[in-house]
């Protein structure tokens, strides 16, 4: 026995929950707060003062100093300023003291934060607005403890300046949409829907040692360089594999920090790359659950420093192997537990399901150039479109038995197809039997129905997933449109709505085929298929980001009160500027690594060969090696004079999308071929001189 209590006792225990607040809010007071948190009623600002006492009174019980405002600013990241509970009283005395207007609204100082334009340094005012539902939770580091309240955050004119603000209004979009459907088909017990959202989180550990020498990893995220190892994944010994020791340590003390949060981790296991792994939760609603990922991935990086590790949470940290994503399992379920994307063990009779599904397809076919949008950046360029899937075309799995489903449904010969039968797999007699789903699993595609649920796969691994979340929100819920402005027009019984909607569904699936793929997402066949069809494919991020400025897109977000035309605008200008200055930043890096670096260890070792030869009188061996060192050599200098030229283009240029696109195509450039200078003089050169970890050392070594 190790002695540690259930994680069921400690299961939220920092975190502001029904219990903490059941001990610290008289009743009535608890009971409005649960209105505002379950039913999305209006919060009574009347309560703020007795919520703010408890919550304090609770976090000291914690040891919480100080409190924050934790929001979410467009730049990817999460930001935070502290306060103390420090205030006196009549008498002069120090207290401890925290008011309700001080819970319901902060001012950060807005003006160093992205804003696409929208606000000038000078103006320099925003406000951050606490969101009761997500629970507020104490933040333990050291010796410091801070009560944290999540937030939204808009500037002083009202624009919005973060991404919880148009996710929460997504939601309410998407929301609403499919609640008025199950009132259609009769549903009068379920009181609302929510989306719900489990996101699976892919990362590396590697040495603190190795990280702490590796200056592309510190600052760009990723190795900009590095000669393959002769072993790699190639093996297919880690997927699964038995979890490291040191590594499995890590993950419980991990797992036991994620417990006190009140985050439900679930999975931990090996992922294929050496060094790779991969963590994944229970499904939550889709705001808590956002919120949960990214406190999922600063828990992460603290536990990883106190084990020795560093963690990278970059899209493709080594080239040649498996980069990382972030697959965000996306689905509904109302109020009384039935998720609507639950097709049953008869999908043919679920009329109501199937109108869920053609509200994606709609959604997907329409705007899967935005899917494609939401998940650009530049670390997912290595994956998507590029080095390995899933590929950057946003298409549809559905499964064998779905697929022909709604291919029968198209043909009108939907009565006729059986329903699935239930299949397993006999093995021993002294073995279960294996029951099997109804359809396989297709990992090529970035969208796949998966049981109860779709995968979107193409999400990366350093991204929050509220950018993606809020685009498929906006796609189904235009979807849903399309359906209920049909459906909301017959009379009748309820009993009649379902052959009228099978009829409706019908017409979605006909104008929908094209986003349909049931086969490899990976071979040359498919995009060139797909270009048949006129499925968008941008290559890279500035490509993808021009998605957000198109007028369908701005009319989308519009139309449902996301953004408006300026913060769209806004939002594009802020993404390719974070694009522009990271590809910069990736450019002087390898520069710099190049010649101060490489060049210097190539050096130290032609001369060690150049003093060989002088002793040996000529060798024809050591004058080849020392003329094929020079051209090494010259290739070096070259490409880094190619890169000055690339960065000296991109700083004279003016306009941001001519900026971006130079460095997506010459830039990229650049950086592969400093980067293929650089790895043939890591193979050649003397182990000894070399001055960095080369990836031998970092993916196997712990």
């Known amino acids: 026995m190790n002695g540690k209590a259930p994680l069921s006792e400690t299961f939220g225990s920092i975190t502001f929950n029904r219990q903490a607040m059941m001990k610290h809010l008289s009743k009535a007071v608890y009971q409005k707060l649960r209105d505002v948190i379950d039913n999305e009623e209006k919060l009574d600002e009347q309560i703020a003062d007795e919520v703010a006492h408890g919550m304090k009174e609770w976090a000291l019980t914690l040891g919480a100093t100080h409190f924050c405002h934790w929001f979410q600013?467009?730049?990817?990241?999460?930001?935070?300023?502290?306060?103390?509970?420090?205030?006196?009283?009549?008498?002069?005395?120090?207290?401890?003291?925290?008011?309700?207007?001080?819970?319901?609204?902060?001012e950060p100082d807005a003006s160093s934060f992205p804003s696409g334009g929208m606000r000038s340094t000078f103006e320099a005012r925003g406000y951050t607005a606490w969101d009761p539902t997500s629970p507020a939770f104490v933040l333990q580091s050291g010796r410091a403890a801070t009560l944290v309240i999540p937030s939204v955050y808009l500037s002083w004119t009202g624009e919005v300046l973060d991404m919880k603000t148009p996710l929460l209004r997504a939601l309410k979009a998407v929301e609403e949409r499919a609640f008025r459907v199950l009132k259609l088909f009769g549903n009068r017990t379920a009181k609302n829907v929510r989306v719900t959202i489990g996101p699976e989180q892919e990362y590396f550990l590697i040495s603190k040692d190795f990280f702490n020498r590796r200056p592309d990893l510190i600052y760009c995220g990723r190795t900009?360089?590095?000669?393959?190892?002769?072993?790699?994944?190639?093996?297919?010994?880690?997927?699964?594999?038995?979890?490291?020791?040191?590594?499995?340590d890590f993950m419980a003390d991990l797992d036991a920090a994620l417990f006190e949060r009140g985050i439900p981790a679930k999975t931990r296991h090996n992922e294929v790359a050496p060094n790779q792994f991969e963590l994944a939760p229970i499904f939550e609603t889709a705001n808590l659950a956002i919120d949960h990922n990214l406190q999922v991935m600063e828990i992460m990086r603290q536990t990883a420093e106190k084990h020795g590790f560093a963690l990278l949470l970059h899209e493709k940290p080594f080239a040649g192997i498996n980069g990382s994503g972030k697959h965000m399992n996306f689905s509904m379920s109302d109020s009384d537990g039935r998720n609507l994307f639950e097709p049953g063990t008869a999908p043919k009779k679920n009329v109501q399901f199937l109108v869920f599904l053609a509200a994606i397809l709609a959604g997907v076919d329409k705007y899967g150039g935005l899917l494609r949008a939401a998940v650009a950046e530049a670390g997912n360029d290595h994956r998507l479109g590029a080095n390995e899937a899933p590929p950057a075309i946003m298409s549809l799995y559905l499964g064998g038995y779905l697929d022909r489903l709604l291919n029968e449904i198209e043909k009108g010969s939907f009565d006729k197809m059986e329903a699935p039968e239930a299949m397993s797999h006999e093995l021993l007699k002294s073995l279960p039997s294996i029951a099997l789903d109804n359809a396989d699993r297709n990992r090529t595609s970035p969208i796949a129905f998966t049981g109860n649920k779709f995968e979107f796969r193409a999400v990366g691994s350093s991204q929050s997933i509220a950018e993606p979340a809020i685009a498929m929100c906006l796609a189904v819920a235009y979807g849903l449109d399309r359906l209920l402005e049909r459906l909301e027009k017959f009379e009748g019984k309820v009993a009649d709505i379902a052959p009228k909607a099978l009829s409706v569904v019908r017409d979605v699936v006909k104008e929908t085929k094209r986003i349909r793929f049931e086969g490899n997402g990976y071979s040359p066949e498919w995009h060139k298929e797909a270009a048949k069809r006129g499925l968008p494919n941008a290559k890279n991020t500035p490509e993808a980001l021009e998605t957000f400025v198109q007028k369908d897109v701005v009319e989308l977000y519009t139309k449902y009160g996301v953004l408006s035309k300026d913060e769209l605008h806004a939002k594009h200008e802020i993404k390719l500027e974070t694009y522009v200055k990271l590809k910069e930043i990736e450019l002087r890096q390898l520069r710099e690594l190049a010649v101060t670096c490489v060049a210097p260890a190539l050096a130290r070792h032609m001369n060690s060969y150049g003093q060989a030869s002088a002793l040996i009188g000529?060798?024809?061996v050591l004058k080849a090696r020392l003329s094929e060192y020079g051209a090494l050599m010259e290739e070096v200098y070259r490409t880094t004079g190619v890169t000055d030229e690339v960065l000296a283009k991109s700083l004279a240029e003016p306009s941001l999308e001519k900026r971006a696109k130079l460095l997506a195509s010459k830039g990229v450039e650049a950086l592969e071929g400093m980067r293929s200078a650089c790895d043939r003089i890591e193979e050649v050169v003397d182990q000894q001189l070399w001055p960095l970890p080369k990836y031998r050392e970092m993916l196997f070594l712990l």
């Open 224 to 248: 900009l360089f590095g000669a393959a190892s002769a072993k790699q994944q190639q093996m297919e010994d880690h997927y699964f594999g038995s979890i490291n020791p040191k590594a499995l």
């Open 73 to 106: 600013p467009q730049r990817g990241v999460t930001a935070e300023k502290h306060d103390s509970f420090l205030a006196f009283d009549e008498q002069g005395a120090p207290i401890e003291r925290f008011s309700g207007r001080q819970l319901i609204q902060s």
């Open 618 to 620: 000529g060798s024809k």
